[in-house]
């Protein structure tokens, strides 16, 4: 739990409540043991530097096509932090809705239902579907929903704002791998394999830093195996092998552009035996530039 800061600037708060919450900081305890976001940056910051591959393990917790998706850390403590934070708010607040702020782009608390029982999620609300009803993306998990906005969300404490705090569940891009979005039966199929190949799996990810469109573009292994799953999306005929464009871009984005250029080498290679053996999308045949969506 957390003190107001409002309360706390007012000289409203209980001081032996302010005393223990900056004991929690001190000893990061509990949502504290979270890595605090400053709130306010420098004048003349640096530019942003280019990016090095780091291998990290992760898990997937939200699947978006078959090379889009939203991933936890392993081992990161952050997640189950928040979830224990978010149950501390639902218990003092309960499960009815509040007047808040219902414009595109702010974040509240949103309530959902993930089968153990109704509970309150931060959530950033992407669009307004309507006078009465929102759509919002729970940002530590990465899922999206359309809400009742009188009864399924209320504003979010202060203490709990991605400010403070960041969203736990970052968004990824399968590196220079093309996919059809889900109106396609081929997108259906790609998201199906992604889902198959990793959902419930310790992965090893290479995180390669952000690509054109500000995703964390990664390579995935699953355990015991060397090839990539965008080589195997790619070998499968459910998915592209990025232009020269893309590579070029990613490249340039990091200091050592080495692991991508043979990465889209692998990728090519893997495009041309999908598309003699007449797999996935090249069953009738070459596909034009024009018949897949990048993601």
Same mark, same amino acid.
């Given at each position: ?30 949502? @504290?043991?979270?890595?605090?976001? &400053?709130?306010?940056?420098? &004048? ?15 898990? $997937?917790?939200?699947? *978006? ?7 936890? %850390? ?25 007047? /808040? ?58 203490? $709990? ?28 199929? &790609? &998201? ?5 190949? /990793? @959902? ?9 830093? %952000? ?7 990664? %390579? ?41 250029? #043979? $990465? ?11 598309? #003699?053996?007449?797999?996935?999308? @090249? *069953? ?12």
């Amino acid at each position: 739990a957390t003190v107001d800061q409002r309360k706390i600037d007012y000289g409203e708060a209980p001081k032996v409540l302010v005393d223990a919450q900056n004991t929690a900081k001190a000893n990061k305890i509990g949502i @504290w043991s979270i890595e605090q976001v &400053a709130t306010s940056t420098e &004048a003349g910051d640096a530019p942003v530097e280019k990016s090095s591959a780091n291998v990290s393990t992760i898990r $997937l917790s939200e699947i *978006r096509s078959g090379s889009n998706f939203y991933y936890h %850390t392993v081992n990161d403590p952050a997640p189950k932090v928040m979830d224990e934070s978010m149950k501390e708010f639902t218990t003092k607040y309960g499960t009815a809705g509040a007047p /808040c702020d219902a414009k595109v782009g702010k974040v509240v608390a949103a309530l959902f239902d993930d089968g153990t029982g109704k509970s309150w999620y931060r959530a950033k609300i992407v669009e307004k579907l309507s006078p009465s009803q929102a759509s919002v993306l729970f940002l530590d998990h990465g899922n999206l929903a359309k809400v009742p906005i009188a009864t399924h969300l209320r504003p979010l404490d202060d203490s $709990l704002g991605i400010q403070r705090i960041p969203a736990v569940a970052k968004e990824a891009s399968l590196a220079l791998t093309v996919t059809r979005s889900l109106e396609s039966d081929e997108g259906i199929d &790609a &998201a199906r394999m992604l889902q198959s190949l /990793c @959902w419930g799996k310790d992965l090893t990810a290479q995180l390669l830093g %952000t690509d054109e469109n500000g995703k964390m573009a990664v %390579t995935i292994t699953s355990s015991g195996t060397e090839e990539t799953i965008n080589e195997e999306l790619v070998a499968s005929g459910l998915a592209r092998a990025a232009k020269r464009q893309a590579v070029y871009a990613l490249t340039n984005r990091m200091k050592d552009g080495s692991y991508v250029t #043979k $990465l889209a080498d692998k990728l090519q290679a893997a495009e041309d035996v999908a598309r #003699k053996s007449r797999m996935g999308m @090249w *069953r009738y045949g070459d596909v034009g530039d024009d018949d897949v969506t990048e993601i």
